[in-house]
């Protein structure tokens, strides 16, 4: 089975930097997705990384191991437009679907 | 360019009763898939299509059904609901087969009473 694990909730206080952990143990890899999702709104696209290394996108950057079945995402300068479930997804080869964490809810505080 | 598009946007349905799920994806995406979620579970992949027919599937029972349709159009049935399917139903589509970069609709917001 595969089993992606991720903190339910995190605070962090507006303009500080946050960092979002993701482990795996998937029957293969083909990727590691961030997505970001608004209340009451669709999941969209942050972040994927395929090879080791960190990947910079403006204020949000994802790092990946695969060897250590490991992801974060790092939040720079947090905005309170940042509160928002984080959702870290993984491909696996053969499928073309992706298996979710359960997503982890970030509040942004003044 | 218009986004991935779910019809309805809410329903409430009955224990029962059976429902359908509308999803056009982006124009030109031929992939689609569809996902359960629900506080508890995040996202649960429920089955992909692509090319008018059924390419992968998740582990849910077999009141879960769907179609493709030639302009890539899809469609979910629930048939015999429970409340247990209470939930938000996202579609996501894809130009291709291969994990490439998902889009997710809106998603139909399902309660079921």
């Known amino acids: 089975g595969q089993n992606i694990d991720q903190p339910t909730e995190m605070t962090a206080t507006e303009g500080a930097i946050v960092q979002i952990n993701c482990t795996y143990q998937?029957?293969?890899?083909?990727?590691l997705f961030w997505y970001q999702q608004h209340a009451g709104e669709a999941p969209t696209f942050l972040s994927y990384n395929v090879l080791d290394g960190l990947e910079e996108k403006g204020r949000f950057s994802s790092f990946l191991s695969r060897s250590k079945g490991y992801s974060y995402l790092l939040l720079k300068e947090l905005q309170m437009k940042d509160s928002a479930s984080y959702l870290c997804?993984?491909?696996?080869?053969?499928?073309?679907?992706?298996?979710f964490g359960t997503g982890t809810r970030l509040t942004v505080i003044p | 360019k218009a986004g991935v598009t779910q019809t309805p946007r809410y329903l409430i349905k009955t224990r029962g009763q059976q429902v359908t799920l509308s999803c056009s994806p982006i124009s030109g995406h031929r992939s689609v898939s569809w996902y359960q979620q629900t506080p508890g579970q995040g996202l649960q992949f429920l089955f992909e299509y692509f090319s008018e027919t059924q390419r992968n599937k998740g582990n849910f029972p077999g009141r879960f059904s769907g179609r493709q349709f030639s302009n890539s159009r899809s469609e979910m049935n629930v048939s015999t609901l429970e409340l247990g399917d209470s939930a938000l139903y996202l579609c996501?589509?894809?130009?291709?087969?291969?994990?490439?970069?998902?889009?997710f609709g809106q998603g139909t917001r399902l309660t079921v009473v």
């Open positions: 998937t029957s293969g890899f083909n990727g």
């Open positions: 997804a993984v491909g696996v080869p053969g499928a073309n679907n992706l298996f």
């Open positions: 996501a589509s894809s130009p291709s087969r291969g994990n490439t970069e998902a889009f």
